[in-house]
């Protein structure tokens, strides 16, 4: 009777494999339910390469809104807070033109989606922060994205720990609680900005915020990857027009940036920092030599390609 | 030919995008002592970018040109058993020299991800490649000057110094903006600040 396990493996194979894609895909539900809908405070560490540091998070959901503060706890006192995803104030070096981006609405994670460029996969069981978690991975189906596995709580949906993995497997972060509590909510006094938060003023964005004068596409993008924001700003210090394009594929986010270079001649370069790559290719353009740089949580030679496939709408381009 | 176009042929040779005309331009121009170096201080400024000081005494271009002036010699000369071990050689020399070039590549690709490796991850992890260590690399040395991290490439190096943090800065933040995983953007933009 050697064909019964044989038979009984080929059965559960069967069943399990869709069983435990659903399983993955109602567990990403949870997790972007979860942040809606869940308050709670806790600390986290972030570690990438040459980098490490600590942070605290408080998270309140009170009458249909988020309210969250999150803060540095070692080295500089690095401080966010948002209300329904609206930065109230930063420390720091803020950006500015980026605060009312037009459909700048955070996008929800959408799992059915996510299957197209991922296998989902309920993968085990874990322990993070004193708490039972289910281990989700999503495996990248092309290498235009890298993986994450997250280690979702068991009883809430909160993501305790979340790893960024390339192709070879290699750890590119890790951002992972060491303290959570869900059982009480942040009171007010926790949730009340710094004296360093700087409050972000949308106004002033505005007026930084500068109508593009070309438009930009990309001839190649990775599969999945849409255009969810386009800015153009003028930059205080160069005086240049910086346009940036932000692509995303639910999940994965890079953005390209092009900037003229008015004669200047400026070699090409690659970066890594940690998750993050750069790249920067020139573009000879009609209107003169532009610099387009690749930023994003992607591979290099996917960001190369990107940065190599940009074009403007207004008249043909040649590399 | 200019000076400028032979550098961006030996940086694209270097990083494994030049095509054939580039690749002829730099093996042409690789007798010449600054060339040569010209090379090698990209390879090392390229190994201290990546910290991953390894090989850099690695002269790939020499070995191919040399390898291909050998066989540049016609067919017709001496035939007899040296000769075509000879061929053997130089095919093993471009070979190596071209497996050298592509190991060189790749950890460049490594290099940058380096991180304290999680000894088990369940599921997902084959076998890893154990690359140099890295560890207790925090606040090195050449972060402190930028991400561009030194004036690696000649020209004005500045100008990636002066744009790269805005540009990653600006990145982090309007992922930190549209994530749904809220706090994960945000440290990652709150890492580009610790320098």
């Given amino acids: ?319 | 030919m200019s000076r400028e176009a032979l550098q961006e042929s030996l940086s694209a040779v270097m990083d494994n995008e030049a095509d054939e005309l580039e690749l002829r331009r730099v093996l042409s121009a690789c007798d010449d002592v600054e060339t040569r170096e010209t090379w090698a201080r990209y390879q090392i400024a390229r190994a201290v970018m990546h910290k991953d000081l390894l090989l850099p005494r690695l002269d790939i271009a020499a070995a191919v040109s040399a390898a291909l002036a050998d066989e540049a010699v016609p067919a017709k000369a001496t035939r007899g058993p040296w000769r075509s071990l000879g061929r053997l050689a130089v095919a093993a020399s471009v070979t190596l020299a071209v497996l050298a070039g592509v190991r060189l590549y790749n950890q460049d690709e490594i290099a940058g991800v380096e991180l304290a490796q999680q000894s088990n991850q369940p599921g997902l992890v084959a076998p890893q490649v154990k690359g140099p260590a890295v560890l207790a690399g925090y606040n090195e040395s050449s972060e402190a000057t930028g991400p561009m991290a030194n004036g690696v490439l000649q020209g004005q190096p500045g100008w990636h110094d002066q744009r790269l943090p805005g540009y990653l800065r600006q990145h982090a933040q309007q992922a930190a903006l549209k994530g749904t995983e809220s706090a994960l953007p945000y440290a990652r933009a709150a890492s580009l600040e610790n320098r």
């Fill in chain 1, 1 to 319: 009777m050697r064909s019964i396990p044989l038979l009984t493996l080929l059965l559960s194979g069967w069943f399990v494999v869709p069983a435990h894609a659903d399983e993955a895909q109602d567990w990403l539900t949870r997790l972007g339910q979860a942040e809606q809908q869940q308050s709670f405070q806790g600390t986290f560490v972030y570690e990438r390469n040459g980098s490490f540091s600590t942070h605290n998070i408080w998270h309140r959901v009170q009458d249909g809104k988020v309210r969250e503060r999150i803060l540095q706890l070692d080295g500089s006192a690095q401080e966010v807070v948002r209300l329904d995803g609206r930065t109230q104030c930063v420390s720091g070096l803020l950006v500015a033109g980026l605060g009312d981006t037009p459909n700048s609405a955070a996008r929800a994670l959408d799992p059915q989606k996510l299957k197209n460029w991922y296998d989902l996969a309920v993968i085990g069981k874990s322990r993070v922060a004193g708490r039972p978690a289910v281990i989700v991975s999503l495996t990248p189906r092309d290498q235009h994205r890298y993986g994450f596995e997250l280690h979702l709580d068991k009883e809430t949906g909160l993501p305790l720990k979340s790893l960024l993995l390339n192709d070879k497997g290699q750890l590119l972060e890790r951002f992972q609680f060491t303290q959570l509590n869900t059982a009480d909510t942040p009171p007010d006094k926790d949730l009340q900005p710094g004296s360093d938060c700087k409050v972000v003023n949308l106004e002033s964005d505005k007026a930084s915020a500068v109508k593009a004068a070309q438009s930009w596409r990309s001839d190649w993008l990775p599969p999945g990857f849409v255009l969810t924001s386009s800015t153009a700003r003028k930059d205080p210090a160069t005086k240049n027009q910086v346009n940036s394009l932000m692509y995303d594929d639910g999940l994965a986010r890079f953005s390209v940036f092009l900037e003229p270079l008015n004669g200047e001649k400026i070699t090409d370069t690659r970066t890594q920092l940690g998750p993050t790559v750069a790249v920067s290719r020139r573009l000879t353009t009609p209107q003169g030599d532009m610099m387009v740089t690749v930023v994003g949580e992607i591979p290099a030679g996917t960001a190369e390609r990107i940065a190599l496939s940009m074009r403007t709408d207004t008249a043909t381009t040649q590399q």
